[in-house]
């Protein structure tokens, strides 16, 4: 750990260090040999995973005066933010107010710059309320600021696995890159990662799916630039039913393009398409999400070719920021100390260890056979929580989880799922592993009301 301005409990000048010294039998359960391992970093936390779960957890443990390594499969932070660029930021405003924290904080970063990078608009779709749109590209450059701020070591395009245990804790993890494997001590694990691949490996329980083991499609998304707004949304129907069933009726539309879910990009005369789901898709298979994402490729072109031929606005439109892969809804639910219910949201229920609200509609989008939900979770002014305990293992002490991974059932996962909840859920995590490593104590041991105290003193609106 290290106070503002020291280099850290372990105070390398690299980020990095060739291994040297007597070869660690623990590696070799790990299936590794020594020549093969180039590099060994120790830190006291590492963040698997830089989506805004990830960010959020980066940040907050950096600002606890952490050593803190990010390690993102990617090139870009942001996760969905990465993968679906001009995504919004949607839920972030239970009863119309702003869930707080550094989502708050981000969101108020863009909407300073000159010019203004992110503002609040009204959702199009019923029972979301307001969301924040942005611009992706400044995005980024704003997270990647503020990770720099809190001192984050953060290393792109470099995969974590192979977790190795010591008794219940997670002693090290194995790390890939461009130059070979690395492994990382770390005094706590932070799985960030979407698909829980670390907790996994860790022997943490999860659900893939619901019961049946079904999955919410997966998504393509592009923009289109060069449509007239005054044009394009002329008749106010969100999903342009008229036109996509025409285009269905065709042969020209995927029988699921039946609603065209458009909006306005951030910038003028952008649209925002969110379309193009591909049903039955392991988000946890390379293989079936290189398919998925060809399979949204051939869409994608088919429905811009529609747009521009038959619904006004578009004549002179072309496609950009099509998404390097398709955006991933849902794969594992970790089993935590608590699995928050359908029933838990309905209820509104406000735990004492509530550590973000939401009222996010049940977004449930064409798992299995099914068609897209997006009906209301909770009365009209009213609101739930999440409890800490969500965020918890049962078992292994170094370990805490957040974002997609999330112990909830299928239904409260609808809704919980949200960027704005997800990077708050981060934000949680990472200032619990502060509160855990300077006690010295498994992360079990942590009283869910201590943190939820201090999310209430970082900025988060609707906690107890």
Not at 81 to 97: K, Q, S
Not at 167 to 179: K, L, N, P, T
Request: aromatic share 6%; net charge negative; glycine share 12%.
């Amino acid at each position: 750990m290290k106070g503002p301005g020291e280099t850290g409990a372990f105070p390398f000048l690299e980020s990095y260090f060739p291994v040297a010294g007597p070869f660690p039998l623990s590696l070799a359960t790990m299936g590794l040999k020594r020549d093969t391992i180039r590099a060994e970093l120790r830190c006291d936390v590492l963040v698997v995973g830089g989506g805004t779960a990830g960010f959020g957890a980066a940040v907050a443990a950096g600002r606890q005066g952490l050593d803190v390594v990010l390690m993102e499969a990617g090139p870009r932070v942001g996760g969905v933010m990465a993968f679906c660029p001009g995504m919004p930021w949607g839920g972030a405003y239970p009863c119309g107010e702003i869930i707080g924290g550094l989502i708050a904080e981000l969101s108020d970063r863009l909407a300073g710059l000159s010019p203004p990078a992110a503002e609040k608009r009204p959702c199009t779709l019923a029972n979301f309320g307001p969301e924040i749109v942005y611009d992706p590209d400044a995005a980024q450059v704003v997270m990647c600021e503020m990770l720099e701020e809190a001192g984050v070591r953060v290393h792109l395009n470099t995969t974590v696995t192979a977790p190795q245990m010591a008794g219940a804790r997670i002693e090290m993890v194995a790390f890939c890159d461009r130059h070979g494997v690395g492994i990382v001590r770390p005094g706590i694990v932070l799985d960030c990662s979407g698909d829980g691949d670390v907790s996994a490996e860790a022997g943490v329980p999860f659900e893939l799916g619901d019961a049946a083991g079904r999955m919410m499609g997966v998504t393509l998304s592009f923009l289109l630039v060069n449509a007239p707004w005054e044009m394009v949304f002329a008749e106010g129907d969100p999903y342009f039913t008229r036109h996509a069933e025409r285009g269905v009726a065709s042969g020209r539309l995927h029988p699921d393009l039946a609603r065209i879910y458009m909006m306005k990009g951030f910038h003028r005369n952008t649209v925002f398409c969110n379309s193009v789901i591909i049903r039955g898709i392991d988000g946890t298979r390379p293989a079936e999400i290189a398919r998925a994402t060809q399979e949204g490729r051939r869409r994608c072109r088919a429905l811009v070719a529609f747009l521009c031929d038959e619904v006004p606005g578009f004549a002179d439109a072309w496609m950009t920021n099509l998404g390097p892969t398709v955006g991933v809804r849902e794969t594992r639910k970790l089993r935590g100390l608590y699995r928050l219910t359908g029933a838990d949201v309905a209820a509104a229920t406000r735990f004492p260890d509530g550590i973000v609200a939401c009222a996010n509609p049940i977004d449930d989008v064409m798992r299995g056979d099914r068609g897209m939900t997006h009906d209301a979770a909770v009365a009209d002014l009213t609101y739930y929580t999440l409890p800490f305990r969500c965020l918890v293992p049962a078992a292994i002490e170094n370990l805490l989880f957040a974002g997609r991974n999330v112990s909830a059932d299928p239904v409260a996962f609808a809704s919980i799922r949200g960027m704005p909840q997800c990077m708050a859920m981060g934000q949680a995590i990472g200032t619990a592993a502060a509160v855990a490593l300077r006690a010295g104590v498994p992360i079990q041991d942590i009283d869910g009301r201590e943190i939820a105290a201090r999310m209430k003193a970082q900025g988060l609106w609707g906690l107890a």
